[in-house]
């Protein structure tokens, strides 16, 4: 595995929750990151906190569903540092509904930004890694790219998606030496987990401790959330990677809920 020292990285969404953890990860390893995010001040707080402890940063303003801000960004990091050697594709939300009572712009802006914003931004990244003729992509997926649950359809049908993708460019960017792979994890609390034990338990008509226990942790092998720290160390490994050996795979990170 070699290390990202003096490598540029851009992670979306990192100005919160997993994102911001693989950041810091990549920082500490010696990387250059981008903070690439809707938040722009807190985009910006991100990298006044890294930049504070000796690490190199810069915040992007990007909503990754459109094509305009999502080349403006990876524009801006080429102006600032002439290479982009990964890619960390991670901005996500959800929305849970049942199948035959979600709104279909609801649906639209899940795809939009769970698989839009994948392939967009790794177009934009991809011209300027297969001239490098190096380059190394890794997607957040989920368990949820491996399993199902109820009021979940777009998120479960987009992570799964998330591998397709991967797998493709795992084949189209060997010649040029770039490898793609996708992190799986399982429950991790962050605002995006928090917003969605309430909403569980509403929709389910079950106390938010019943989410916790007999939804969100049911299958793990001891009950725990995953942490943004166990998928960070998870990403670094796929990133640093030294050949196309580790390439078209996924990894899951979740106590054990989910096993292959
Ligand atoms: P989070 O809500 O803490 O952070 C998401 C970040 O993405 C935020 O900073 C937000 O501003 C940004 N974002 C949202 N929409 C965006 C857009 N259109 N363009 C750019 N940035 C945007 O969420 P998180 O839990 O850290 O999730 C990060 C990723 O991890 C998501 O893809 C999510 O699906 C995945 N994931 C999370 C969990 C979990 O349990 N938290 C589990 C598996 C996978």
Same mark, same amino acid.
């Given at each position: 595995?070699?290390?990202?020292?003096?490598?540029?990285?851009?992670?979306?969404?990192?100005?919160?929750?997993?994102?911001?953890?693989?950041?810091?990860?990549?920082?500490?390893?010696?990387?250059? =990151?981008?903070?690439?995010?809707?938040?722009?001040?807190?985009?910006? !707080?991100? #990298? +006044?906190?890294?930049? *504070? %402890?000796?690490? &190199?940063?810069?915040? =992007?303003?990007?909503?990754?569903?459109?094509?305009?801000?999502?080349? !403006?960004? #990876? +524009?801006?990091?080429? *102006? %600032?540092?002439? &290479?982009?050697?990964?890619?960390?594709?991670?901005?996500?939300?959800?929305?849970?509904?049942?199948?035959?009572?979600?709104?279909?712009?609801?649906?639209?802006?899940?795809?939009?930004?769970?698989?839009?914003?994948?392939?967009?931004?790794?177009?934009?990244?991809?011209?300027?890694?297969?001239?490098?003729?190096?380059?190394?992509?890794?997607?957040?997926?989920?368990?949820?790219?491996?399993?199902?649950?109820?009021?979940?359809?777009?998120?479960?049908?987009?992570?799964?998606?998330?591998?397709?993708?991967?797998?493709?460019?795992?084949?189209?960017?060997?010649?040029?030496?770039?490898?793609?792979?996708?992190?799986?994890?399982?429950?991790?609390?962050?605002?995006?987990?928090?917003?969605?034990?309430?909403?569980?338990?509403?929709?389910?008509?079950?106390?938010?401790?019943?989410?916790?226990?007999?939804?969100?942790?049911?299958?793990?092998?001891?009950?725990?959330?995953?942490?943004?720290?166990?998928?960070?160390?998870?990403?670094?490994?796929?990133?640093?990677?030294?050949?196309?050996?580790?390439?078209?795979?996924?990894?899951?990170?979740?106590?054990?809920?989910?096993?292959?």
């Amino acid at each position: 595995m070699q290390s990202l020292e003096g490598q540029v990285a851009i992670v979306t969404g990192a100005a919160s929750g997993i994102g911001r953890a693989i950041a810091k990860r990549f920082a500490e390893d010696g990387a250059i =990151v981008v903070i690439a995010d809707l938040m722009l001040p807190a985009a910006q !707080a991100t #990298v +006044a906190e890294f930049e *504070a %402890a000796g690490h &190199r940063a810069l915040a =992007v303003a990007m909503d990754v569903t459109s094509e305009e801000q999502v080349e !403006a960004g #990876v +524009a801006a990091t080429m *102006a %600032a540092f002439g &290479r982009i050697d990964v890619l960390v594709s991670n901005a996500g939300i959800q929305i849970v509904h049942p199948i035959d009572e979600f709104p279909f712009s609801e649906w639209k802006k899940m795809m939009a930004i769970h698989l839009d914003g994948a392939f967009l931004t790794t177009k934009a990244c991809l011209k300027h890694m297969y001239a490098a003729k190096r380059g190394s992509v890794v997607y957040i997926g989920s368990v949820h790219s491996k399993e199902a649950s109820v009021l979940k359809a777009p998120y479960v049908t987009a992570k799964h998606g998330l591998i397709g993708l991967s797998k493709t460019l795992a084949k189209e960017g060997a010649k040029y030496g770039v490898r793609s792979n996708v992190v799986c994890p399982g429950f991790v609390r962050t605002p995006l987990v928090e917003k969605q034990i309430p909403e569980q338990a509403k929709a389910l008509g079950i106390t938010e401790a019943e989410v916790i226990k007999n939804i969100m942790l049911k299958d793990t092998v001891d009950g725990e959330f995953t942490t943004v720290d166990d998928v960070a160390d998870a990403v670094l490994f796929f990133a640093g990677a030294s050949t196309n050996a580790l390439t078209g795979q996924s990894i899951i990170v979740s106590h054990g809920w989910s096993m292959e």
